[in-house]
């Protein structure tokens, strides 16, 4: 998920987009990388392909449950570039199916229901992932 273009995929297909012609012209890649891109988000089971066309055979891009994980991702980005590339209006507006209304997601704790932001929380690691750590400072 670490570069840009990935992104753009993975965002697009949360903005309902499915097939190859659609992802080319609304992120401006490349045919041969767009193809690289898909493949390889396929392969990690982000996305599947189904087919809507037997003549000619056509394919569209599907987000698994996997892929569907990752709209947390996408929504925390979408908040940071509404807060800091100086939009004056969202791009895209987030609404609750279930009431209709216009929101801003935010992360909640599961136990309490409080709203949490970075100031709220504290990473402890597990023990496996700290003795990694520790490992590689020492490794030159």
């Known amino acids: 998920m670490g570069d840009e273009?990935?992104?753009l995929i993975v965002r697009e297909m949360f903005l309902g987009t499915r097939r190859f012609d659609d992802f080319l012209r609304l992120t401006g890649?490349?045919?041969h990388l767009l193809s690289?891109?898909?493949?390889?988000?396929?392969?990690q089971e982000i996305i599947q392909r189904a087919?809507?066309?037997v003549?000619?055979?056509r394919h569209e891009y599907r987000l698994t449950e996997k892929g569907r994980d990752l709209w947390t991702l996408i929504i925390a980005l979408k908040q940071w570039?509404?807060?800091w590339l100086n939009a004056e209006v969202s791009p895209v507006l987030i609404v609750h199916k279930t009431c209709g209304q216009v929101v801003r997601p935010?992360?909640?704790?599961p136990d309490c229901g409080e709203p949490m932001d970075a100031h709220d929380a504290e990473a402890r690691l597990s023990?496996?992932?700290?003795?990694?750590?520790?490992?590689?400072?020492r490794v030159p």
């Open 29 to 31: 890649m490349s045919s």
């Open 106 to 109: 935010q992360m909640t704790c």
């Open 127 to 137: 023990h496996p992932f700290e003795q990694e750590r520790h490992t590689a400072r």
């Open 81 to 83: 570039g509404d807060r």
């Open 55 to 57: 003549r000619p055979p």
């Open 36 to 43: 690289q891109r898909l493949k390889k988000l396929e392969a």
């Open 5 to 7: 273009w990935t992104l």
């Open 51 to 53: 087919p809507y066309s």
